[in-house]
């Protein structure tokens, strides 16, 4: 039963840093270079709002399969590259959670009343946010492998 719970927890964080990758080296610079913000927007907030919810899921099995998997492991004797991972994961969350709550959410309000202008404004806040997960998200992948 514990390998099934990795798998699942492995493909939830698999998902999810993958997304950010095609998102960040494919889908947005092909975007910025062939649509114009009329166009460019409402795609990226369409496609956003579709793979936020996925990431939602994700974070659903990462924190369900990584507590199973805490539950049965003294804290004080678990490697410390499992309690970076906690911190780590749990800031991705949180990031995760201010962005989505936060910049996406008014983006898609300024979009609904056709304010380009904001929209731009709130979208250049989440690309950051996104990088800022991507790299936290190999770092929990990194401490978990080299801190046994």
């Known amino acids: ?20 990758a095609f998102t960040i080296w494919a889908l947005r610079p092909v975007a910025v270079a062939q649509l114009e913000p009329v166009q460019r927007l409402p795609l990226l907030s369409g496609v956003l709002a579709r793979f936020f919810n996925i990431v ?11 507590g199973l998997m805490l539950m049965g492991v003294d ?4 490697p410390k590259g499992w309690h970076a991972m906690l911190g780590l994961g749990s800031l991705m969350c949180l990031i995760f959670g201010h962005l989505y ?15 380009l202008p904001s929209a731009g404004l709130q979208l250049a806040k989440i690309h950051p946010l996104v990088l800022l997960n991507f790299g936290l998200g190999w770092l929990a992948v990194g401490s978990v492998i080299i801190w046994r």
């Open 101 to 115: 709550f936060g910049p996406f959410r008014k983006m898609k309000a300024a979009l609904a009343a056709e304010d």
């Open 75 to 78: 804290m004080k004797l678990a």
């Open 1 to 20: 039963m514990y390998e099934i719970i990795k798998f699942v927890h492995l493909s939830a964080g698999i998902v999810w840093i993958g997304g950010m």
């Open 56 to 66: 939602g899921l994700c974070i659903f099995l990462l924190l369900a399969t990584g």
